[in-house]
């Protein structure tokens, strides 16, 4: 969707007061700063939007039978109710508000996927540069009749919307693409050649796709993983690194994980 389409939706949810309007009027600032994010070829919004519907960036939770217009205006419309909570796994700074769209939860425990299962650690959308572990199995997702909106500050532009989706949110993970380089020599081989193949054909170091084991997921953390579109799936199964077989040289995936939540831990107390 084109910017000047994003403006327009949200000037009219503007111009009329309805239900919530002091918690809208918040969102539609949020929403517009969010508008002046690039992201590659479009903004960090509309990148948002498209995720959410599947196709090629399906990825968690979605939407069916929605355009982004459709979903959008859903989000700001004055007849729409607006609620303040606090999840369960709420994050320092952010705002979460509850909206009824229905949509579909497809976050599922790495537990009850089928055992043959594929699980890929690849780089989140919500843009901090933090993994997240998806799965190309064919499981049904479940039913959620209300969403999730996040607001929280993005340095040097001021309060966003992180992200939204179907259902409540879930803890993120805080290990980087990075981490597992610094830590592990013979990550930090394989990801630097895969991220100068995939600069050398135009695209970004981001785009790196790592296949994992379910032993592995378990020893970064990852409790969790998402459902993916078709065409996502297709993305993963074509940008994969397999590393399921890669052997110790430096800190095992489970010390990477305990040494990087130390360092958050230590941050936080200076």
Request: charged share 35%; hydrophobic share 35%; net charge negative.
């Amino acid at each position: 969707m084109e910017k000047e389409e994003m403006y327009g939706i949200l000037q009219r949810a503007d111009d009329e007061e309805g239900k919530e309007y002091e918690r809208r009027c918040r969102l539609l600032r949020a929403l517009v700063k969010t508008v002046e994010i690039p992201m590659r070829d479009t903004n960090y919004l509309d990148s948002t939007l498209r995720q959410r519907l599947g196709g090629i960036e399906g990825a968690g939770s979605w939407f069916e039978d929605m355009t982004e217009e459709e979903l959008l205006e859903a989000m700001v419309s004055p007849d729409t109710e607006l609620t303040e909570f606090t999840p369960e796994a709420a994050m320092d700074g952010c705002t979460y508000y509850k909206v009824p769209i229905k949509g579909k939860n497809g976050i599922t425990n790495i537990e009850d996927l089928p055992e043959d299962s594929p699980l890929y650690l690849s780089i989140t959308h919500a843009g901090t540069g933090r993994l997240s572990v998806s799965t190309t199995a064919k499981v049904p997702a479940k039913d959620e009749e209300y969403t999730t909106i996040i607001l929280g500050q993005e340095e040097g532009i001021g309060e966003i919307m992180f992200t939204m989706h179907p259902g409540l949110p879930v803890a993120p993970s805080n290990l980087t693409l990075d981490d597992l380089k610094e830590k592990n020599p013979e990550f930090k081989d394989i990801i630097e050649n895969k991220s100068a193949e995939l600069l050398a054909e135009g695209k970004e170091r981001d785009d790196v796709v790592l296949q994992i084991t379910r032993e592995q997921a378990k020893a970064l953390g990852f409790d969790m993983a998402k459902l993916t579109s078709d065409g996502m799936a297709k993305r993963l199964e074509e940008q994969q690194i397999d590393v399921r077989n890669v052997q110790k040289k430096g800190l095992s995936l489970g010390e990477i994980r305990d040494a990087v939540e130390n360092e958050k831990e230590q941050q936080k107390e200076i």
